[in-house]
């Protein structure tokens, strides 16, 4: 497989030409991106992928364990496994993606397994392949992506999509440790940044800003289900450890230890959301055996590690918790795909992992790790192998084309505009995002309200330009995640229901006549409509 030209060498600290070319660009290194590598490299293309951290290290997959959707072609076991989905989802979710979807992560799957990643047994000899240890799978799939020819640019996150003729062509951005600015001209790109969680620091999400959001929204892509944004991970409070698992035999209860009705149960989350409004909830893991305990420490070492480091034994001990807002890593809004190549609305331009909708498989309620690692192995794959196509019809004028950066957000300087204050930026919107009083019990007053200030806050984004390459990162995030609460809430507004994730206190049903889509886009001027369910089913 040839390597890009330009640039050879793999540590982010390299002098590299800052015009580099390529078939494929992937942007982001988390499994949907180095998925999509993977496929492109092995269909033939030149493949650069640039990631905002160290790829294969960042992001919330590489941060600890992942649950898996793997499961065998025995039609009774498939069949259980999506529709145990559907009612949940609010029966928006696509039989025709999940059964895709189930097929592709099941061949995938075992082809870690062939490239020696260490899957346990079972008690009968079996291979266990329905979890993934993060560490040792993003290990894997960096060695392999390099072996596949594919370039990799660590701590260069990407800032600015390049257009040429409507169609996407590369990518601007940033290398963090040297301050030198790159530039890939390409004939295709994929998102595959992650979902936006905010900075609420819930574990391993503290790179998932919605950056992808935002550059593929400048370029036109619309976004799809950002109303199934306000996924909370149960957490100790003085942790960002948002594995919740474990959290199943558990019991919650009030300070002065009486049980909670109702927090063990399906709708658990809800109680606790709703307790925490007014009084602390406490947890104690009383329910696991012996067995499970030492089951348990050996599966997801890091649950324990904030405990043990605090000198609290949560099978014996009760400990405070708390819901640390995960938004649309855990939801399952995201960038709208037109088909199954994962196209978005924007030529050129392909979208995967938490990055795009989910709600084809979830409907509107979250994936999880398990339905999410599904999502992304698979969409990274077909991600990949699509934009390979569409840069090699497109031949050697794929990266000779003239280009130029789209997105103006805080870029456009000038001696009337002020300095933006990111920090600021950032604050004033996790004040309309964390709540649970404004966005996971949802109402119009409060979403009005909320959605009045964060379109204040774009104003400002606008009207103003980041001072200097040191601080633009940051200044694209607040950019990004104003731009993203923006979409979510004006999508909650649309949607006078309470369906999947979606609790709308003004309308507490289920309502048979919104069983659709809620497509969102727009900047300056935010615009949602609804589209029918079946149309993603005619395009496949």
Not at 18 to 34: C, E, H, K, Q, W
Not at 372 to 398: C, F, M, P, V
Request: hydrophobic fraction near 35%; include cysteine.
């Amino acid at each position: 497989m040839e390597t890009n030209q330009f640039w050879s060498g793999e540590s982010s600290t390299t002098d590299y030409d800052p015009n580099l070319l390529s078939d494929v660009l992937i942007i982001g290194g988390g499994p949907a991106g180095t998925w999509a590598a993977w496929s492109a490299a092995s269909s033939g293309a030149r493949v650069i992928l640039v990631d905002k951290g160290y790829c294969g290290t960042t992001g919330c997959a590489a941060a600890s364990g992942n649950g898996v959707w793997y499961v065998p072609p025995d039609p009774d076991a498939r069949e259980a496994a999506m529709a145990s989905r559907e009612t949940l989802g609010g029966f928006l979710s696509n039989r025709d993606w999940m059964k895709r979807v189930l097929d592709q992560t099941y061949a995938n799957i075992n082809l870690l397994a062939e490239w020696g990643y260490p899957f346990p047994t079972d008690e009968e000899g079996k291979p266990y392949r329905r979890s993934l240890q993060g560490p040792e799978y993003m290990r894997l799939m960096r060695k392999q992506i390099k072996r596949a020819g594919v370039t990799i640019l660590d701590n260069s996150p990407a800032l600015q999509l390049l257009v040429s003729d409507g169609a996407v062509a590369g990518a601007t951005g940033i290398n963090r440790q040297s301050g030198k600015k790159w530039i890939v001209r390409s004939g295709a790109v994929v998102i595959a940044t992650g979902g936006c969680a905010f900075l609420s620091k819930a574990l391993g999400c503290n790179v998932l800003t919605g950056d992808g959001y935002l550059m593929a929204a400048e370029a036109g892509a619309e976004m799809s289900g950002m109303e199934f944004s306000n996924a909370y991970g149960i957490c100790p409070a003085f942790s960002s450890v948002t594995k919740t698992l474990f959290y199943n035999w558990a019991t919650f209860t009030y300070e002065d230890g009486t049980p909670i009705p109702g927090a063990g149960s399906q709708r658990g989350r809800t109680v606790i959301a709703n307790t925490l409004l007014t009084q602390p909830v406490y947890a104690i893991l009383d329910q696991a055996t012996e067995e499970m305990r030492v089951a348990m420490r050996k599966a997801q070492p890091n649950f324990f590690l904030p405990l043990d480091r605090a000198g609290i034994d949560p099978f014996t001990q009760r400990f405070p918790v708390t819901l640390r807002l995960e938004g649309t890593v855990r939801g399952t809004g995201g960038i709208r795909i037109l088909d199954h190549t994962c196209a978005t609305s924007v030529k050129g331009l392909y979208a995967a992992g938490d990055a795009a909708t989910r709600e084809l498989i979830c409907g509107g309620f979250t994936g999880g790790g398990s339905h999410n690692a599904a999502w992304a192995i698979s969409s990274g794959y077909w991600a990949g192998q699509s934009a390979t196509d569409y840069a090699h019809e497109l031949g050697d004028k794929a990266t000779q084309r003239p280009t130029e950066a789209v997105g103006e957000a805080i870029f456009n300087a000038g001696s009337d505009r002020p300095t933006l204050n990111a920090e600021q930026i950032i604050q004033a919107t996790q004040a309309e995002v964390f709540p649970y009083d404004r966005n996971y019990f949802r109402n119009e007053k409060n979403l009005t309200e909320s959605l009045h200030r964060l379109n204040h806050l774009w104003q400002e984004i606008r009207t103003s330009f980041a001072a200097s390459d040191q601080n633009i990162v940051q200044a694209r995030e607040a950019a990004a995640m104003v731009a993203t609460a923006r979409w979510m809430y004006s999508s909650a507004l649309e949607r006078t229901e309470t369906r999947g994730m979606h609790k709308h206190l003004d309308y507490p049903q289920q309502d048979d006549n919104q069983k659709h889509y809620l497509i969102s886009g727009g900047l300056d001027q935010v615009w949602v409509r609804a589209e029918s369910k079946e149309l993603l089913t005619t395009n496949n």
